[in-house]
């Protein structure tokens, strides 16, 4: 039983014991009774599921009593209400407030830090390859040490053929899209940033139809024409508008749209679950020698000037922002799921574009900024609340087909139980009719001497 089970049971088993109720809503006629089914089931059934059946013969309880106590019935119904309510704040529920409340705060952390750290006005290192390759080494160099080490988590099968044919598309379009991304720092603002990443569900849809893992529903289209167009009375209410950094921001998002879809084809379609960990593990080296290539040649002529400055503490600290905010992402799936996920991406947004124009004052918000995005984040909700809903959807039919499997099964059980029975009955008749040894008479009968000769 875990800690939730237990803080609605404490509260439940608090209100049967307690004998000072007034005499209307006493339930001790019912104390008996639940509390000793819930003792047999606890005998029973050692696994999480035991408050649900506890709670199943509460209220099965409080039918049949309710007819003679409906006073005290509503009371109970009540409280298990309130123990409910009360359950949900419980330590268990803090910490995913906690890790949701760490990852925006890392995911805003980085980006603002990876913006510092490039900007000619402030740390000055206008190297992004640099800076990525870094991320690459350090992320890939703790997973190694967390995998073959501490064996936190464990590695998968990797064949020289998966690699291949997995591993390297998705780390050359992950090296391209934080290359891209990055860069676009040195250009235009985090605001505008921000405000043009709505087009990723845009540039993921698109690309999905192209491979043929997305059908092309007009629902869909018209709410990614929405975001389009929001971006764009964005982008035009842009005061320092940058072509060029608003080609390589876009960029950015198309190889990012493409490592997600040949993610969601090719792993899942040798059956491979990778966690950020294991992504890390195998996807980094390669990245790294990805950028290696345009590193030499674009960045490291640059980097012999005697004079440029390099702080190891400055970039240990933001590659290990980037490490842990990869963690995080990893603990909220885990503990919430992706939906909360895109929940507080959108609050993300609203609240790096906050901050950003207040750390960094050279970044202007207009009103048509404000305005177009507010009409691409509208699309984007939509679009996030559109694959909710096919998720629960596909989820539902799921379970539903489980279900008549199930009971199919079980009624070929039953059928087979049945006909096993009915057979069974069947041969006994016949043979004590084609028995010819059969006594006629029973053998109690013949113990008290009938048909026994007079002494």
């Known amino acids: 039983m875990n800690l939730r089970e237990f803080s609605i049971l404490r509260v439940i088993l608090k209100f049967f014991n307690n004998d000072s109720v007034s005499c209307e809503f006493s339930i001790t006629p019912l104390n008996q009774n639940c509390v000793g089914r819930f003792l047999t089931f606890h005998a029973h059934n050692e696994s999480n599921s035991t408050l649900v059946l506890f709670l199943q013969c509460v209220y099965r309880s409080c039918e049949c009593w309710s007819v003679q106590q409906?006073?005290?019935?509503?009371?109970?119904?009540?409280?298990?209400?309130?123990?409910?309510?009360?359950?949900?704040?419980?330590?268990?529920?803090?910490?995913?407030?906690?890790?949701?409340?760490?990852?925006?705060?890392?995911?805003?952390?980085?980006?603002?830090?990876?913006?510092?750290?490039?900007?000619?006005?402030?740390?000055?290192?206008?190297?992004?390859?640099?800076?990525?390759?870094?991320?690459?080494?350090f992320s890939g160099g703790v997973a190694f040490f967390l995998i073959r080490v501490l064996k936190v988590v464990s590695p998968i099968k990797m064949t020289l053929h998966i690699y291949a044919t997995c591993v390297v598309p998705i780390s050359a379009f992950f090296a391209a899209s934080l290359w891209f991304g990055n860069t676009a720092y040195l250009y235009i603002s985090v605001a505008f940033i921000q405000m043009l990443k709505a087009l990723m569900p845009v540039a993921t849809f698109l690309v999905a139809v192209t491979c043929g893992t997305e059908?092309?529903?007009?629902?869909?289209?018209?709410?990614m024409v929405l975001v389009s167009v929001g971006v764009v009375i964005s982008?035009?209410?842009?005061?320092?508008?940058?072509?060029?950094?608003?080609?390589?921001?876009?960029?950015?998002?198309?190889?990012?749209?493409?490592?997600?879809?040949?993610?969601?084809?090719?792993?899942?379609?040798?059956?491979?679950?990778?966690?950020?960990?294991?992504?890390?593990?195998?996807?980094a080296p390669c990245s790294f020698a990805f950028l290696f290539i345009p590193w030499y040649i674009l960045e490291k002529p640059e980097m012999e000037d005697p004079h440029m400055q390099f702080n190891f503490?400055?970039?240990?600290?933001?590659?290990?922002?980037?490490?842990?905010?990869?963690?995080?992402?990893?603990?909220?799936?885990?503990?919430?799921?992706?939906?909360?996920?895109?929940?507080?991406?959108?609050?993300?947004?609203?609240?790096?574009?906050?901050?950003?124009?207040?750390?960094?004052?050279?970044?202007k918000i207009t009103g048509l900024n404000i305005i177009g995005y507010a009409i691409a984040?509208?699309?984007?909700?939509?679009?996030?609340y559109l694959k909710v809903r096919d998720v629960c959807t596909s989820q539902l039919q799921s379970i539903r087909d489980e279900?008549?499997?199930?009971?199919?099964?079980?009624?070929?059980?039953?059928?087979?139980?049945?006909?096993?029975?009915?057979?069974?009955?069947?041969?006994?008749?016949?043979?004590?009719?084609?028995?010819e040894e059969a006594p006629l008479i029973s053998s109690r009968i013949s113990h008290f001497g009938v048909g026994r000769k007079p002494a």
């Open 235 to 283: 982008s035009y209410g842009e005061i320092h508008f940058n072509v060029l950094g608003t080609v390589y921001q876009v960029t950015g998002i198309v190889a990012e749209a493409l490592r997600l879809v040949l993610t969601q084809v090719l792993l899942q379609k040798k059956g491979l679950t990778l966690n950020p960990i294991t992504s890390l593990y195998y996807i």
């Open 313 to 363: 503490w400055v970039f240990f600290s933001n590659a290990l922002c980037a490490f842990a905010l990869n963690l995080s992402t990893f603990l909220v799936i885990g503990r919430t799921g992706a939906v909360t996920i895109r929940v507080a991406g959108v609050l993300k947004d609203w609240l790096l574009i906050t901050l950003s124009t207040i750390i960094f004052p050279e970044s």
């Open 215 to 223: 059908k092309l529903r007009c629902d869909v289209f018209w709410n």
């Open 403 to 435: 279900s008549a499997k199930e009971l199919q099964t079980e009624k070929k059980a039953d059928d087979a139980m049945d006909n096993k029975e009915e057979t069974s009955w069947n041969d006994s008749v016949s043979e004590t009719h084609l028995d």
């Open 377 to 384: 984040l509208g699309g984007v909700v939509i679009y996030n």
């Open 70 to 137: 409906p006073l005290g019935c509503f009371a109970l119904k009540h409280t298990l209400d309130m123990a409910v309510t009360m359950a949900l704040m419980t330590r268990q529920h803090l910490l995913t407030y906690i890790y949701l409340l760490v990852y925006i705060s890392l995911s805003s952390g980085v980006i603002l830090y990876n913006k510092w750290v490039l900007s000619t006005l402030y740390f000055n290192f206008p190297f992004p390859i640099t800076l990525t390759m870094i991320h690459m080494a």
